[in-house]
Nanobody, 129 residues
Framework: EVQLVESGGGLVQTGGSLRLSCAVS????????VGWFRQAPGKEREGVSC????????YYADSVKGRFSISSDNAKSTVYLQMNSLKPEDTAVYYC??????????????????????WGQGTQVTVSM
């Protein structure tokens, strides 16, 4: 059974930083894409960033490019999302998700939450003004 556990959310002021972690278990980590999605109240879930565990390909949504950085530690089966220069509009519940794909990370894959079959429970990120 695939399990994903997020941690690292919290309350931060505008301009601050947070690092989210997603611990993955239950499958061969190197064969999957792990993605970060977020959902704000009243809005649809949107793709933020994702990484291919074997080829380390990455994708970032335009709204977070230059501010967020995704990385993975395959030895620890953990994916990280470093979030810098946070803005109030980054406030959301952040979820990590994983699934097996034939190709690496791309906008098509990483923008589609319906393409991912395994999800974590989510972690709240709140950015105050």
């Amino acid at each position: 059974e695939v399990q994903l556990v997020e941690s690292g959310g919290g309350l931060v002021q505008t301009g601050g930083s947070l690092r989210l972690s997603c611990a993955v278990s239950g499958f061969t980590f190197g064969d999957y894409i792990v993605g970060w999605f977020r959902q704000a109240p009243g809005k649809e879930r949107e793709g933020v960033s994702c990484i291919g565990s074997s080829d380390r390909s990455t994708y970032y949504a335009d709204s977070v490019k230059g501010r967020f950085s995704i990385s993975s530690d395959n030895a620890k089966s953990t994916v990280y999302l470093q979030m810098n220069s946070l803005k109030p509009e980054d406030t959301a519940v952040y979820y990590c998700a994983a699934d097996r794909f034939a190709l690496g990370a791309s906008k098509k894959i990483c923008s589609g939450p319906n393409l991912f079959g395994s999800w974590g429970q989510g972690t709240q990120v709140t950015v105050s003004m």
